[in-house]
């Protein structure tokens, strides 16, 4: 006779077996008692890295109040203004990889924080902004134009702020470039999208479990500050680094630091933070129980059927209807005889904007 002990009467979600192996792929569910729910009157406001564009776009296709504050001007057509990429994210800030880049972004926004460098001239008529480089395609044409339109962006991030009811954050990376001057963090390496390196001004920093729980801290605090009511949904990006600037290490090894202090931060601000929640869709897309399936060939980009397991259980646990997701089929896993042409088709519907491809563009 088994003798009594804790696993006896533990629930199914507890055990690899039967929650996990003898399952179809599809129906793996690791979300447990999700705190956060969304629903369909809700701002829901996303920022992050690359992988946070497709809850952006699931958002938005699933009838919910994805939040825009700075959509572009009315009178430009809506393609003109996706490909200036305006809506991408709530605000035109691009991919914000780094919870240093996120709290800074705050300091910038409410003025106790202004870098020294704030411009790049890259022609006689081009100027990037450092903190969003490929954020304007062409660059801006003055140095005005670029003020101009950065003093409106980052009022919209204030906006964003102060009235959003849900923000949703996906960490991504650890790996920074920052200035030496005054610690400035860059969503990218100077030299890659804009700017030219110079290892007298610019240094790497890769942060740690405790840089990034200080900086989510800071950020969750000033948030509260201005919008008490706020909820927040942590997610770690599943998108392995497209290069590490650490020479001592393999980038396999390197993304697995990066993504394993991202995780224990996600968890350890969650466990403090009653308003905060943490999102499975790194164990999702990266489980060993889907055999690889969720990712495209080069083995970075995660193809539909992966973003749509994620937002399937994202709709159903952190949301309090039950709205269909509007979204592409799923396509079958690679090695069931569809051709290459098929799955470079699918990564061009899955394609999203980031900066951190530019590091070793074919």
Same mark, same amino acid.
């Given at each position: 006779?088994?003798?009594?002990?804790?696993?006896?009467?533990?629930?199914?979600?507890?055990?690899?077996?039967?929650?996990?192996?003898?399952?179809?792929?599809?129906?793996?569910?690791?979300?447990?008692?999700?705190?956060?729910?969304?629903?369909?009157?809700?701002?829901?406001?996303?920022?992050?890295?690359?992988?946070?564009?497709?809850?952006?776009?699931?958002?938005?296709?699933?009838?919910?109040?994805?939040?825009?504050?700075?959509?572009?001007?009315?009178?430009?057509?809506?393609?003109?203004?996706?490909?200036?990429?305006?809506?991408?994210?709530?605000?035109?800030?691009?991919?914000?990889?780094?919870?240093?880049?996120?709290?800074?972004? %705050? +300091?910038?926004?409410?003025?106790?924080?202004?870098?020294?460098?704030?411009?790049? !001239?890259?022609? &006689? *008529? =081009?100027?990037? /902004?450092?903190?969003?480089?490929?954020?304007?395609?062409?660059?801006?044409?003055?140095?005005?134009?670029?003020?101009?339109?950065?003093?409106?962006?980052?009022?919209?991030?204030?906006?964003?702020?102060?009235?959003?009811?849900?923000?949703?954050?996906?960490?991504?990376?650890?790996?920074?470039?920052?200035?030496?001057?005054?610690?400035?963090?860059?969503?990218?390496?100077?030299? %890659? +999208?804009?700017?030219?390196?110079?290892?007298?001004?610019?240094?790497?920093?890769? !942060?740690?479990? &405790? *840089? =990034?729980?200080? /900086?989510?801290?800071?950020?969750?605090?000033?948030?509260?500050?201005?919008?008490?009511?706020?909820?927040?949904?942590?997610?770690?990006?599943?998108?392995?680094?497209?290069?590490?600037?650490?020479?001592?290490?393999?980038?396999?090894?390197?993304?697995?630091?990066?993504?394993?202090?991202?995780?224990?931060?996600?968890?350890?601000?969650?466990?403090?933070?009653?308003?905060?929640?943490?999102?499975?869709?790194?164990?999702?897309?990266?489980?060993?129980?889907?055999?690889?399936?969720?990712?495209?060939?080069?083995?970075?980009?995660?193809?539909?059927?992966?973003?749509?397991?994620?937002?399937?259980?994202?709709?159903?646990?952190?949301?309090?209807?039950?709205?269909?997701?509007?979204?592409?089929?799923?396509?079958?896993?690679?090695?069931?005889?569809?051709?290459?042409?098929?799955?470079?088709?699918?990564?061009?519907?899955?394609?999203?904007?980031?900066?951190?491809?530019?590091?070793?563009?074919?």
């Amino acid at each position: 006779m088994t003798k009594p002990h804790p696993y006896n009467s533990a629930p199914a979600h507890n055990f690899w077996r039967r929650s996990v192996a003898e399952l179809d792929p599809g129906l793996v569910d690791p979300v447990v008692n999700f705190p956060i729910r969304i629903d369909s009157d809700m701002r829901v406001a996303t920022a992050g890295s690359c992988f946070a564009q497709h809850i952006a776009r699931y958002l938005r296709n699933s009838g919910f109040n994805y939040y825009v504050t700075e959509p572009g001007h009315p009178i430009l057509p809506e393609s003109v203004r996706t490909k200036n990429n305006y809506g991408l994210f709530t605000a035109r800030y691009g991919n914000i990889y780094t919870a240093r880049q996120l709290v800074q972004l %705050v +300091e910038r926004a409410y003025g106790s924080f202004a870098p020294a460098e704030s411009v790049w !001239q890259e022609a &006689d *008529d =081009v100027f990037l /902004d450092p903190f969003r480089p490929s954020s304007q395609p062409g660059g801006f044409i003055t140095k005005l134009e670029l003020e101009l339109d950065r003093a409106q962006h980052l009022a919209a991030v204030r906006e964003m702020l102060e009235t959003l009811d849900v923000f949703v954050f996906t960490l991504g990376l650890t790996e920074c470039w920052v200035s030496r001057h005054d610690g400035s963090a860059f969503p990218v390496c100077p030299g %890659v +999208e804009g700017g030219a390196f110079d290892p007298d001004r610019y240094m790497f920093y890769n !942060q740690t479990l &405790d *840089d =990034v729980i200080a /900086d989510m801290t800071k950020f969750l605090m000033a948030l509260a500050r201005v919008n008490p009511k706020a909820q927040v949904i942590l997610t770690v990006s599943p998108v392995p680094l497209a290069a590490t600037a650490r020479h001592d290490q393999h980038v396999l090894t390197a993304t697995t630091y990066s993504k394993a202090v991202l995780r224990i931060a996600a968890e350890t601000l969650a466990a403090q933070f009653h308003h905060v929640a943490y999102f499975p869709s790194y164990e999702i897309i990266t489980g060993a129980f889907n055999r690889g399936g969720y990712y495209a060939p080069d083995l970075r980009n995660i193809v539909e059927s992966g973003v749509s397991h994620v937002m399937g259980l994202f709709m159903k646990h952190a949301t309090i209807s039950q709205t269909e997701v509007q979204a592409e089929k799923d396509e079958p896993m690679r090695g069931t005889g569809q051709s290459d042409a098929y799955f470079e088709m699918v990564q061009h519907v899955v394609q999203v904007e980031c900066d951190e491809a530019a590091l070793d563009r074919p």
